[in-house]
């Protein structure tokens, strides 16, 4: 038995014990006010009663650690207005409860009947607010497990070293400036939200003539190199509902989309452990992006510039810097990891 458990029948001992004391104090102190009262009129002596009251409330209330319900056989009395147990206007409420919902998903507790039973909050409560978060982009619901996460506007909000996925960010970040230096391309980290990728973090080429989406962006997880590598991180059957899902959304922003081919090179990225595009997003311009392992999510480091610079023959030649690197992230995280445990 826990100290907790332990605690716990002393407590409600107390609170019962409490709830006497006030009831017979109530009581006593109704006599005294009828017995000793200057006023001769019933409703004078209710106000005097009344005062009492809430005055012994203050007094009780103090021996336990929340606020004691009850009533009496006179009235209901609503101490909300004196600022005992005061709730808050619905439009607070409802921040409030969204943001114990949202704690719980940083949690790593993602379904809604979890999520009610640990805010103490009902399931449809929490469906219609996870919901309204969802529409707003704080939420992300995984379209093939239905759990959810924290959404990518949440992220992106939040997106610097030293708050939201930091820890990824700090393993990665000096790989990706020898990266930088020795290719003298854009650099970047990216990582899979639901239905999207998104640029977790990016290091722009230092040349005038140079491509970059930027820290923050997002796109549906079907075109470029790092798409093919973070769908190569999940099962066959998963990637391929992933891609019917966006194929029936139309959430592509290619008219190009084929989901055959796209699942084709999704499969040569497992089996050769990178992958390349030319001109899928950008005309003009080209990436290679290898797997990062050992993280809570899918992670892909990437590598991109002008495709008249940055040719298959030059990506050949930085592939196995790039494969160092994601090793070294990879030993990074597990630092991290042992040190947490």
Same mark, same amino acid.
């Given at each position: 038995?826990?100290?907790?458990?332990?605690?716990?029948?002393?407590?409600?001992?107390?609170?019962?014990?409490?709830?006497?004391?006030?009831?017979?104090?109530?009581?006593?102190?109704?006599?005294?006010?009828?017995?000793?009262?200057?006023?001769?009129?019933?409703?004078?002596?209710?106000?005097?009663?009344?005062?009492?009251?809430?005055?012994?409330?203050?007094?009780?209330?103090?021996?336990?650690?929340?606020?004691?319900?009850?009533?009496?056989?006179?009235?209901?009395?609503?101490?909300?207005?004196?600022?005992?147990?005061?709730?808050?206007?619905?439009?607070?409420?409802?921040?409030?409860?969204?943001?114990?919902?949202?704690?719980?998903?940083?949690?790593?507790?993602?379904?809604?009947?979890?999520?009610?039973?640990?805010?103490?909050?009902?399931?449809?409560?929490?469906?219609?607010?996870?919901?309204?978060?969802?529409?707003?982009?704080?939420?992300?619901?995984?379209?093939?497990?239905?759990?959810?996460?924290?959404?990518?506007?949440?992220?992106?909000?939040?997106?610097?070293?030293?708050?939201?996925?930091?820890?990824?960010?700090?393993?990665?970040?000096?790989?990706?400036?020898?990266?930088?230096?020795?290719?003298?391309?854009?650099?970047?980290?990216?990582?899979?939200?639901?239905?999207?990728?998104?640029?977790?973090?990016?290091?722009?080429?230092?040349?005038?003539?140079?491509?970059?989406?930027?820290?923050?962006?997002?796109?549906?997880?079907?075109?470029?190199?790092?798409?093919?590598?973070?769908?190569?991180? =999940?099962?066959? +059957?998963? @990637?391929?509902?992933?891609? %019917? !899902?966006?194929? *029936?959304? /139309?959430?592509? $922003?290619?008219?190009? #989309?084929?989901?055959?081919?796209?699942?084709?090179?999704?499969?040569?990225?497992?089996?050769?452990?990178?992958?390349?595009?030319?001109?899928?997003?950008?005309?003009?311009?080209?990436?290679?992006?290898?797997?990062?392992?050992?993280?809570?999510?899918?992670?892909?480091?990437?590598?991109?510039?002008?495709?008249?610079?940055?040719?298959?023959?030059?990506?050949?030649? =930085?592939?196995? +810097?790039? @494969?160092?690197?994601?090793? %070294? !992230?990879?030993? *990074?995280? /597990?630092?991290? $990891?042992?040190?947490? #445990?």
């Amino acid at each position: 038995m826990t100290a907790s458990e332990r605690t716990l029948p002393l407590r409600e001992s107390k609170i019962a014990l409490t709830r006497i004391f006030f009831c017979v104090a109530v009581l006593l102190d109704y006599i005294y006010t009828i017995k000793t009262s200057r006023y001769t009129d019933f409703y004078s002596i209710k106000c005097v009663y009344y005062f009492h009251i809430v005055k012994k409330y203050y007094l009780f209330v103090k021996l336990v650690d929340k606020p004691i319900s009850f009533r009496y056989p006179i009235c209901e009395t609503n101490f909300s207005h004196i600022g005992i147990n005061m709730q808050g206007s619905k439009k607070v409420n409802s921040i409030s409860r969204a943001a114990s919902i949202m704690r719980c998903l940083g949690d790593g507790t993602n379904r809604i009947t979890q999520i009610a039973l640990k805010t103490k909050l009902s399931n449809s409560t929490v469906h219609r607010l996870i919901k309204t978060l969802q529409a707003e982009g704080f939420v992300e619901q995984d379209p093939l497990t239905l759990k959810y996460s924290l959404g990518p506007l949440l992220i992106a909000l939040t997106l610097n070293p030293l708050t939201t996925h930091a820890s990824i960010v700090s393993c990665a970040i000096e790989e990706m400036e020898t990266l930088r230096q020795i290719s003298g391309e854009t650099v970047g980290l990216v990582i899979r939200l639901g239905l999207q990728r998104l640029q977790l973090e990016e290091l722009p080429s230092e040349r005038v003539v140079k491509y970059s989406v930027g820290k923050g962006f997002a796109e549906p997880i079907c075109l470029a190199a790092s798409s093919k590598v973070l769908l190569s991180e =999940i099962p066959f +059957e998963n @990637r391929e509902k992933l891609l %019917n !899902i966006i194929e *029936n959304k /139309e959430l592509s $922003i290619t008219q190009d #989309f084929r989901k055959v081919n796209l699942l084709k090179e999704v499969g040569l990225a497992e089996k050769n452990g990178y992958a390349v595009s030319f001109g899928e997003i950008v005309p003009g311009a080209s990436s290679i992006a290898v797997p990062v392992k050992g993280y809570v999510i899918p992670v892909a480091i990437c590598i991109f510039g002008p495709m008249e610079r940055f040719d298959l023959q030059t990506m050949m030649k =930085i592939l196995p +810097e790039l @494969r160092r690197a994601s090793k %070294n !992230i990879t030993k *990074n995280i /597990e630092k991290n $990891i042992s040190k947490q #445990f």
